[in-house]
């Protein structure tokens, strides 16, 4: 590390002496403080470990240091941490074709072939991001309309939430999915008019019927999707994530890239399972591994689907399909087995919920369970999206914490509308109001289903408006939280939310320093210009790992 | 490490400085040299990364160190490297019923029965070690001899190869095995005297219907397995080992026990198969992890059996069972193609062979392919216990490793005489051809099918004898191997066949201070004397990890 820090200062060589601390002075330094309070300084010292050593204000002598650096005044943040993120997911997005950014299904299909005549050795073309509804279309995308851009090799995409999935003919062929073929527990396949033929959408657990035909990347794919994420995310000022959702191969890979040093990107784990958690991490919690860079926290369960493809499970039906009231994914007794199974072994739950009901069966198992356990458990409510407002106050029992993703909100809320209809959306996304009753926040992106940047996340917290600025006023504002909220949910309070706190998130003494340079103060800026702020460096552990030079 | 280093040596507290060498004085210092010719010693130098700086001869000036211990003339060889063992299985082996020492079929149901009421917690009674040679049955004893000893819980007991095992009706039940359950291929369920009702015996491939019945044992059994197989080995002298077939549940404790500063074993690791190898390196070997006690090198394959439950593949059929070659258990083109795939990736092949015929398709395969790879290969066949005289030449060739287990010699010598009659022996457990032909030995145990005990193997290698000294003269006797070949075999050499050279395996400068005292001098003391050796001291990274006081 030394070395790498003295090139990063240095244009000379000179020799390092054997404990080198560094002065960056002349920034417009913002953290949160011990308080919760949002403290400002002018300078920082780091010491031989990539720790901070001193936290300097205005007008406070600046101690004798082996080398410093000047920040020309520039904005210093602490590392952005994203609450709720899908690592392999970045790095296979940016390796495969992404559809996110196209506005119809025609400027999809054009996408899908050219990506297809450029990669010929590929044998299966894989993507994500489609969304039908940004489309206009009214309806989901069919197998026959895939053939028509790529019939030579089986396409299979999946939508920007990831709970459906799109395959032409020859994918479904490679699966063996039939008009016989019968939809899963906690999935469907849809059909075509004919009400028999398998119209080339696989929606939640019936993806796993696709996916398992899909070739399973081979580890050295493993690798550079996960160095590819890690670019991803430093670039847009993130030094830290929970990862939900880690397989054993996830887990194998960040060990590689510790074990060779090239993990820059502070991962707290939860597990795809109770399965995984125990193979990973055996009865126990890791420890933390590669100074503070690597922990298996806990375990992902999924209660419910997602809004989008209606499998969000909700206690009255969808205001848009009357006979559906979304999918549980986990039976009462199986949520409350694996709720216990985790917490004996110390591990933290972190329980995806979307939908009202999916919300109180959540926090209900959590209610039955916490007293039964000693000690601080954080147990973790993943989205928390849609909550029937009797339900709100139990967010700030058991030390519960809600970890929310802003972008969803801007995202979302006109569907939401459509979905659940104007007058059961009080409990929706509810930021303020969790705060308000005593929860506690962390925020996050869910990339790769949205965007990681969390200036657009920053910006959708404090307006409640999205990137068009609509709706005017922000939509339903009393939700809204102040800056300093917002900065805390993407830094310390999603470092509490994996028991980080003291390690990382904030810049004060002993933390590890880990810090963004920006060029908008997001504490002063309009909203307008954090949306745009650009990250210029981005630091971990007194190390760049991002430059935008 | 310093820390641990000063209570070793320290009665009383005094503050350690930073770099404290340390001078271990007076030993009969013994190793192989860079020459690989023995080379003796008196006093060693320490650093204070657990490495050696200095050997010092007879005469040399001893250099001022921080701290001085008195070896009091004791014996010092290098830590004892088992090129061949199952660390799981020696953990577990440690913590369940053990039969090894049983004489008789009576003897092993009354210890069965006995074991069953001291814990009845255990919801099946699991073992190994029986061997119905030893036993002088004649014939493998049944599922209703074992549920005379054990009735209300299911009993499953590996034979001391591991090659079969025996269940009781209960285990069978719970395994769903009924006279219509057909053998699996590489497999047989044996049968009572009418043909059709298993008898409680499965051989080689068949073993997997029972296991996939047997509870899997929880992570923490395995932690606690890992840690008394380090006492175990530890206690034996024995510093490193090879680790023939690391599942990832193994892995992922070797790694739990590397994080939390447990680790004081080194590993080198191969996988249980190529999937395994993936699942738990990736593309490439890991790098050497925790100061070098923990390496995944390669992946271990299975090409047959082993001659006591007549699964060894031979070129012509067992003596003492005219119609039975044995079994291969992988095609040539899977052999092929898996040598292939690891080679690819820079693994290390190790590829079990007992049988003329599983030998001669190892040394074939590995002809075909060596080729087509540059660099230092190190080939490993596993056992290369029986091999037609014609095929002993090519084990000389393309860099193969012979790693073979002298322990096996002695104790498999007149079973080998029952399966193959005494004109088929030319090639038996060929020590000193392989070597005088120009291959290269690594030995080990095959622990847990063997007492780890390096001493027993050290003596059968030089004496081609058993423990009470028979054959007289030696078994075969022209191919002992000289006390230097055996020490060398068992250190030196089993570090080169697992790419450990210059890190491990030799007390030379640069070298890990891994070392173990012990009463006698195996290069001067009668046969007898070295079986008796006691280990005083075991050494690792110099650290002590064993202490016969």
């Not at 090139?7 to 403080?33: E, Y």
């Not at 899908?86 to 072939?113: C, P, Q, W, Y």
């Not at 995409?157 to 906690?186: E, F």
């Not at 991803?232 to 960040?254: K, P, R, Y």
Request: proline share 5%; hydrophobic share 45%; aromatic share 8%.
């Amino acid at each position: 590390m030394k070395l790498k820090f003295a090139a990063a200062f240095l244009a000379s060589a000179i020799a390092m002496p054997a404990h080198a601390d560094v002065l960056i002075d002349n920034v417009t330094g913002i953290t949160m403080d011990a308080d919760g309070k949002v403290k400002r300084f002018e300078a920082l010292v780091i010491d031989d470990d990539g720790k901070i050593a001193q936290v300097i204000e205005r007008g406070q002598e600046r101690p004798r240091t082996d080398y410093r650096e000047d920040g020309e005044g520039r904005v210093m943040i602490p590392g952005i941490i994203d609450a709720h993120a899908h690592v392999m997911g970045v790095g296979f997005g940016a390796l495969t074709l992404d559809l996110s950014d196209t506005n119809s299904l025609e400027e999809a299909l054009d996408k899908i072939r050219t990506f297809a005549a450029e990669n010929e050795a590929r044998p299966w073309i894989l993507g994500r991001g489609w969304n039908q509804e940004k489309w206009g279309l009214g309806r989901f995308p069919t197998a026959e309309e895939l053939d028509s851009a790529v019939s030579d090799r089986p396409v299979y995409l999946a939508r920007v939430d990831g709970h459906a999935g799109w395959a032409n003919s020859l994918a479904m062929r490679a699966a063996g999915i039939t008009a016989d073929t019968k939809s899963p527990s906690g999935g469907r396949i849809e059909k075509l008019a004919d009400g028999k033929t398998p119209s080339g959408i696989f929606v939640d657990a019936a993806e796993q019927l696709m996916n398992a035909a899909v070739p399973a990347p081979r580890p050295i794919e493993r690798d550079l999707a996960f160095i590819e994420a890690q670019k991803v995310l430093h670039s847009f000022g993130i030094t830290a994530v929970a990862d939900m959702g880690t397989t054993i191969e996830d887990w194998q890979a960040f060990r590689r890239a510790g074990d060779n040093g090239s993990l820059t990107l502070r991962i707290m784990s939860y597990a795809a399972g109770p399965d995984q958690m125990t193979l990973i991490s055996g009865a126990r919690p890791s420890l933390w591994l590669y100074d503070d860079k690597l922990r298996m926290n806990g375990v992902k369960l999924y209660l419910d689907g997602a809004l989008g493809s209606r499998g969000a499970w909700l206690k009255q039906p969808y205001s848009d399909d009357p006979h559906n009231n979304g999918l549980p994914l986990m039976a009462p007794a199986q949520l409350r087995n694996v709720l216990v199974r985790a917490a004996q072994g110390g591990f933290q739950p972190a329980v995806h919920a979307i939908g009202t009901a999916a919300n109180a069966e959540a926090l209900a198992a959590i209610g039955e369970i916490a007293e039964s356990f000693d000690g601080d458990r954080r147990w973790r409510i993943e989205h928390v999206q849609i909550v029937d407002p009797a339900d709100l106050p139990k967010l700030a029992e058991h030390g519960i914490i809600s970890s929310m993703q802003p972008v969803h909100q801007t995202s979302d809320m006109f569907m939401a509308e459509a979905r659940l209809g104007e007058d059961r959306l009080e409990g929706a996304y509810a930021w303020n109001t969790i705060l308000e009753m005593g929860g506690r926040l962390a925020f996050g992106s869910d990339t790769p289903v949205e965007s990681p940047d969390p200036f657009a996340g920053f910006a959708a917290a404090i307006t409640r408006s999205n990137a068009a600025g609509e709706p005017f006023g922000g939509w339903r504002a009393t939700e809204r939280v102040t800056r300093e909220q917002a900065l805390s949910g993407f830094t310390a309070d999603a470092a509490y939310a994996g028991f980080a706190e003291g390690r990382f998130g904030r810049l004060l003494p002993g933390e590890r320093a880990d810090f963004v340079l920006v060029d908008v103060d997001p504490l002063l800026a309009t909203p307008e210009e954090i949306r745009g702020t650009k990250v210029l460096e981005t630091w971990v552990g007194g190390q760049k790992v991002y430059d935008a030079d």
